[in-house]
């Protein structure tokens, strides 16, 4: 994923356009011009002035727009890579209702699959995994990990 | 002396000292695994360090490290790759040992070193930081304010990209530490509507998501299987050790004095601390035609360096709460989640803490060599383990660490968000620490600045009008005239060479 410095340049010139607008809008002390939005706007404004840098040394190289490292290439890299946002997510929705124990084993079970290739080793180790963790955090520390289906059964 | 018993005793209790312990297990194991590095072994400590009390909090975090920098050295001698970016120095000379049939030497010589770097470390963390605080204790919002920007302009000057990179990842990150209720009149910044937002940006999930995250999506695009280490007789690493660091005193003393001053520098931690120490002692060595060559005069000054870098980088952490390199700014981030913000009232209001800090650093450098022995021991079996098993599971850790601190998934959010950002970041020469220092800083930053805008009417004279406040004014004016003079310089350097080319 490596861009054209143009390219990174042109989204912080754009952020810091975002910010210097939304810096605008917060009040200030009363009879002083300062307030909430100076600091903001100062950091803004050199943002701006480096994205603008970024933009001018990047069109001048002839590194291309967006290319892709040579260790990223290959479906199987990406996929690979792909299930580290898709585990967050997965979890992020599926933990309350489903609960802690019961999808971890299978998420992490699934992604070791991916990354070893060898299932039944994956479940063994994802079990005693997630067990271990539960052990540590929803017992020695408290931690309230979502039970979900299994706030039913349990209580 | 009473408060140095008080505070050995409190950090001596059966529960404080087992945690103690515990952790440093925990970070012998990090570093010396490849590819986790201190920084990120410590973002993945916080969130259990949240659950204990201050001191064994700050405890477990001296102890992870400490043993890390030095565990990072286990793989570097054994397997040539070094297990934090720390070793990374002088892994091709302990390799070349390993290759003379000295691995166990090379081992021995980082272990005691580290301890002697650790030590050194400490001693002028204990001889400077209470001086310095008492000097500080009369510093106005305008010292703090000059104090903030100069630490963070080292951060950048140090950084190894380019300067505009990192003036950028410092813009981040205070925006970042923009969002939530402003500190001069309590107004709602940037929070989008959304409430979770109103407390600010949480450090945890931010770290986890920088130093893990990062991490794990670069391991898991490239598996890799580490080649089996060689067997170690432990017994070697004791005889001769002694008398190889003994032959390089004078290398031992200078890199240990010069690695506590780079680690004091605000952004520049372990690594830079060992790349120049044992360039200087190439450049000071009798044989210089020997490095490179399995020759141990380097490995005892870098090894020396990188862990004094760890105990100096808490000088300027503890007096004015600026952290000295990415470790330190998690652990102010810890110590703020307690209450205690670092400073130099810490050191008349917490002395206990104060010494209890130091009293860890002691006994984390000591505990180094039983236990650095029994890592090297263990590292045959922990390097088989692989790593495509490993980093699901760290990365399980990260979703419920990310979570733990508050108990809210929104936290998870943040951390992937910032993971994924960061790793593209970090695709184009970036540099992180930057910004982790600026979310850090940015409320003192923009605190102090504001106090003294509004104290001196607008007058920018104001700022330099004190002696110390000016003096430190100008030093930061001067390192901004620096970078500023060296992207020129590349810019004119790279067009040139551009039109050369042609």
Redesign the interface.
Known sequence: ???N?AV?GGV?VLL?AL?LF?ARG??T?PD?????G???TI??A??MV??L??IW?GA??RVPLLAV?D??RGAA?LH??A???G???A??YL??PIGFPLL?PVL?GA??TV??GRPVRAAA?AVL??AA?WLL?AYI?????PLGLLTEVIY | MDAVLTAFGEVLQPQVFFIIVAASAYGLMIGSIPGLTATMGTALLVPITFFLDPIPAIGAIVAATTMAIFAGDIPGALLRIPGTPASAAYTDESYRMREKGQVELALGVNMLCSTIGGLVGVAVLILAAPQIAAVSLGFSSYEYFWLALLGLSCAIFVSSSSPVKGVLSLCIGLMLSTIGIDVVMGVKRFTFGDTELIGGVSIIPVLIGMFAITEILRKVARPSRLPAPPPVRLGAMVSGVGSTIWRFKGGVARSSLLGSVIGALPGAGADIAAWIAYALSKKFSRTPEKFGTGYPEGIVSASSANNAALSGAYVPSLVFGIPGDTITAILIGVLLMKGITPGPMVFVMDTGLVNAIFAVFIIANLLMLPLGLAAVYGSRRLLSIPQDILFPIILLFCVIGAFAANNTLFDVWVMLVVGLVAFVLEENDFPLAPMILALILGQLVEENFMKSIIKADGQLTEFFARPIGGTLGMLTLAIWALLIGMSLYRATRSRRAASTGE
């Open positions: 994923m490596r861009m410095d990174t912080f810091s910010i939304a917060f009040p002390l002083q011009p300062y307030g909430p100076t600091f903001p950091i803004a050199v943002m480096c994205g840098a970024l040394s001048r190289s490292a260790w990223m890299t690979r890579m299930w580290v946002p585990f967050v997510i979890y992020v933990s309350k971890v992490l992604f070791l990354t070893t180790i995994g997630t963790l955090f520390l408290r931690v309230p990990l």
